[in-house]
């Protein structure tokens, strides 16, 4: 592979792994973009593609304009046995096109919010209800904001990717143990590396004494650690195995042509000026369930920073 063939090597995988922070969901069009650029010559266009769609929302989808962010919703789903699947991650990317910076704003799943048409509930149950179309509304009055486009990952696909990756080397902070029903969580702490239901096992657990927020943090440190191996030239061999599994646990309402758009925008600029926070606020009890209640004027402030670039 030549220098240039590098040069888009590296940016492929900046956007592929920027993707990767929201659960393995930008990458698929951009991924399957660049791939087609370095190997154009050997391929017959015959690539998976993620699942479009627009989730039954009657609205129809406008044009991206350029001259403001471009919001972004990312959810990562959990599904239990035969229950709704709920939003176990919910994450709001912001794109300044002038700039081509790119923040990221995690809301805890416990986040206290108004559904439309169900009271006052977390966050995590609007897609339980009413899937995509409830989840954008309720953001978009909880953080009074209008959200341009979604991208939906599942956990199914999680560990496969880790997998295929041949795990993630990092540190585990502290020794972890949580079991339930459905749920088994048992890391030992130290340098390791992480195959894909231990990588799982990590970003899941929240049964300390930060819980949620806890939580996020390690999803923040995963996705450093995860660049990191992402970025291995050796990478470049499993993309057609990451664009396929993505493929199966991807739905998006962008197509081809904004997610190359967005890629290129981004395609030089460093991983690590991303600017990535949470929503401030504290924990509390409220008829004998536990909320993440935010401080409103810190959450105008995070949207006015890293949302709406004001």
Known sequence: MGKRGRRNYKKALTVVVTALIAFLCVTLGTGYFWWQQIYSADNNGDYPTPSYDNDGE?????????????????????????????????MIFSMHWETRQLNLVSIPRDTRVQIPGRGQEKISHAHAYGEVSLTKETLENFLDIEVDRYLVANFDGFENIVDILGGVEMEVEKRMRYYASDV???????????????????????????????????????????????????????????????????????DLGEMRD?????????????????????????????????????????????????
């Open 184 to 254: 088994t969580i048992d890391l030992y702490p130290g340098q390791q590396r992480l195959d894909g239901d231990k990588a799982l096992q990590y970003v899941r657990f929240r049964a300390d004494a930060k819980g949620d927020l806890g939580r996020v943090e390690r999803q923040q440190k995963f996705v450093k650690a995860f660049i990191d191996e992402a970025y291995q030239m050796r990478t470049i061999w499993k993309l057609p195995q990451l664009l396929g599994e993505l493929s199966q646990n991807v739905r998006t309402n962008m």
């Open 58 to 90: 009657e609205e129809e989808k406008k044009e991206l304009d350029k001259d403001k962010p471009t919001i972004i919703m990312v959810l990562g789903l959990d599904q239990r046995r035969n229950e709704p699947a709920r939003a176990d991650t919910v």
């Open 262 to 310: 967005f890629s290129k925008r981004i395609q030089d600029s460093e991983v690590e000026e991303i600017k990535t926070t949470t929503l401030p606020g504290y924990t509390d009890y409220i008829g004998g369930i536990s909320y993440f209640i935010a401080d409103e004027r810190e959450k105008r402030q995070v949207v006015e920073e890293y949302i709406l670039w004001e």
